[in-house]
């Protein structure tokens, strides 16, 4: 059995809990506890225990679940493939959440930096302007790895942007997209159960 040590607001978490539910592994999970780097050296979150192998990181215990089960591939077929839905998970976990991840810290009004809600709704937007091109080079791709992250992000910049004030630009690609990956029954099982739990995040810090 996978036990999974997540945080309810962790956008990471719901990550890997998409490529759960859409290899159709089994699952618990354990809110992290007070001891967590005894059992997760590296502290990241989520944390997965399976039978005693204990791992951190999200890119790494989705491409364990990949190999390690059987169910819907989260990897295509072939080398190019594979490598452009590595790129996919990249650009999700090296661009554009960190660019989204800057403004969490202003969402509270007292700490809001218009200055730099500014340059982080740049960023945001030059990521999904590139993002078309990936699309562009990869249109044929089933839905993997790379696609977990990007709804849970997409779905924080929906509740954080316009609470900050900041002005997001959807390329009608993306908007298509976002539409098809939504619409995976793994991606609308895990939203419909995680929004809440960003509603929460953002009553609490707007007060």
Not at 68 to 84: K, N, S, Y
């Amino acid at each position: 059995m996978i036990t999974l040590y997540t945080w309810a607001e962790s956008l990471y978490c719901a990550k890997v809990r998409i490529a759960l539910r859409h290899k159709g592994v089994a699952f618990r999970e354990v809110e992290k506890p007070e001891n967590y780097l005894d059992i997760v050296p590296q502290g990241s979150l989520p944390g997965m225990d399976h039978d005693g192998f204990v791992l951190g990181d999200s890119e790494a215990i989705i491409e364990y679940l990949e190999e390690r089960f059987d169910g819907p591939p989260l990897l295509p077929e072939g080398v190019e493939p594979r490598a452009r839905m590595r790129e996919r998970a990249r650009f999700h976990d090296t661009r554009l959440e960190p660019a989204l991840r800057g403004l969490f810290p202003h969402v509270a009004p007292a700490g809001r930096d218009p200055a730099v809600v500014a340059r982080q709704a740049t960023g945001i937007n030059t990521h999904l302007e590139r993002f078309v091109g990936q699309l562009a080079v990869a249109a044929d791709l089933p839905f993997g790895l790379g696609d977990c992250g990007l709804p849970v992000s997409f779905a924080w910049i929906d509740a954080i942007a316009p609470a900050v004030g900041a002005k997001i630009v959807w390329p009608d690609e993306v908007r298509a997209y976002r539409a098809r990956i939504e619409a995976m029954p793994a991606v609308a099982e895990e939203m419909a159960a995680y929004r809440p739990h960003m509603r929460d995040w953002m009553a609490r810090k707007l007060g």
